[in-house]
RNA sequence: UGGGGCGUAGCCAAGCGGCAAGGCACGGGACUUUGGAUCCCGCAUCGUAGGUUCGAACCCUACCGCCCCAG
């Protein structure tokens, strides 16, 4: 097993610096990749963050999950243990709480389909890996994730790219990283995949190594956004269900505990299943259709972030996920005049193109950058 | 009371003589660092009682229930 370990990063940046940062989650993922990089000599210290605790019972069935996200760390610690690794905890509800949180019932509130992870690990997850790794003196941070990062020399910068286990690649959820991020990352597992990471974990005797990788919405217990949004005093106010033709099919509960794509919940009653179309805040309303209605032919983004590129000044051959489950496939990627932004055009249409959601594109196995979608076309 | 219509799973609903579509909902599983996305699997003997028929949810009769029109 080749593993992109310090050695390989020595020739960058220098001979003794071998101290990495690593994130524990707790889970066997970040468990193995501290296990490697302690293989191949580096100093390794163990950090695990507190995102997130829900205080008081949740409503149904959910004391399970709440419990397991309390265990977290101390799943992590005991790791660190195993390991023989220094460990610390940071408290970092506060600022998750402003940040995603927020974001996320504001997101939903607003019609669109957020993804959290994305923009946690920006903002969150790996900017306080690497403010902590400055204040502890590591020039080095690594996590559990499956992507590989590398230094491009022609284009002089750190490139992300796919994991290599095509089942487990996580880079889509990575898009969004700095090149500051980026320079000082590490991720052991990228060459692996999630079979060998197992066996690994077995073999160090790693305390989660069977268990079931579960991995809801770190904040949200039992999978259930909705009772989330709920709890948290998001107002739902009822309004009609529509198809294209604007004929009036039923009502919704509320526009915040719809997304664009959804089949299930919606309670009418058709030939054909009906999937929610579109999500209009603006009078209220849902469109929902068939399943042929819901391709879109492309898309257009904001907020775009380039990894392989310094800007995006011409069209660009792309393959393009639309979502995180969700193949790569071919796109004309092209620059809009307004900042950061782009539009999308698919070789074959797309189905459920949700605004909120991330779209990321790729030449092979590399990350070109992302977006969020704000509309389908 | 007379005339007409209807009664299929929790809900909506096909079928109109040959071994009960589909959707919603529900249950189970897969997948999984976003999304009640996606993917599998399960889920009724047809208001009741008779009759006709080799065979009925589909035809006939009676009863029960509901709906519409009439007075």
Avoid at 188 to 217: H, Y
Avoid at 223 to 241: C, E, K, N, S, W
Avoid at 287 to 314: C, P
């Amino acid at each position: 097993i080749i593993v992109t370990g310090c050695t390989g990063w020595q020739g960058v940046f220098g001979f003794n610096r071998k101290r990495v940062l690593v994130a524990l989650s707790g889970g066997v993922d970040s468990a193995v990749a501290a296990a490697l990089l302690l293989e191949k000599g580096c100093e390794v210290a163990g950090i695990t963050f507190q995102l997130w605790e829900e205080n008081g019972a949740g409503s149904s069935g959910a004391p399970y999950r709440t419990r397991r996200a309390r265990e977290a760390a101390a799943d992590a610690r005991r790791i660190a243990e195993t390991l023989g690794i220094s460990h610390t905890v940071v408290d970092l509800r506060q600022p998750f709480a402003e940040e995603i949180i927020a974001y996320f019932a504001g997101e939903y509130s607003s019609g669109r389909t957020p993804n959290p992870c994305v923009i946690c690990n920006r903002k969150i997850k790996f900017s306080a890996l690497l403010q902590k790794a400055r204040e502890l003196e590591y020039p080095y941070t690594a996590t559990g994730h499956y992507a590989r990062v590398e230094y491009g020399r022609t284009q002089k910068r750190y490139l992300l790219k796919k994991g290599l286990d095509p089942d487990k690649d996580q880079s889509y959820m990575l898009y969004n990283l700095t090149q500051e991020q980026l320079s000082h990352s590490i991720f052991p597992l990228g060459k692996m995949t999630k079979k060998e990471v197992r066996t690994r974990a077995r073999a160090l005797g790693l305390p989660a190594a069977d268990r079931k990788g579960s991995q809801e919405i770190c904040f949200i217990p039992g999978d259930d956004y909705r009772a989330f949004l709920r709890r948290r005093g998001v107002t739902a106010a009822p309004g009609p269900i529509v198809d294209r033709r604007g004929r009036v099919l039923g009502r919704h509960g509320g526009i915040p505990f719809y997304t664009v794509g959804q089949r299930r919940g919606l309670g009418l009653t058709a030939p054909r299943p009906l999937y929610v179309l579109e999500i209009r805040p603006a009078d209220n309303s849902i469109v929902v259709g068939e399943r042929e209605e819901l391709f879109s032919s492309g898309a257009e983004l904001a907020g775009l972030n380039l990894i392989a590129l310094a800007a995006l000044d011409r069209e660009l051959e792309v393959s393009v996920k639309i979502r995180y489950r969700a193949p790569a496939v071919p796109a004309l990627l092209a620059p809009l005049p307004q900042e950061r932004s782009a539009s999308l055009l698919f070789r074959e249409p797309q189905a459920a193109v949700a605004p909120g959601q991330a779209a990321v594109f790729y030449r092979d196995d590399l990350v070109i950058g992302g977006g969020t979608i704000t509309a389908a076309v």
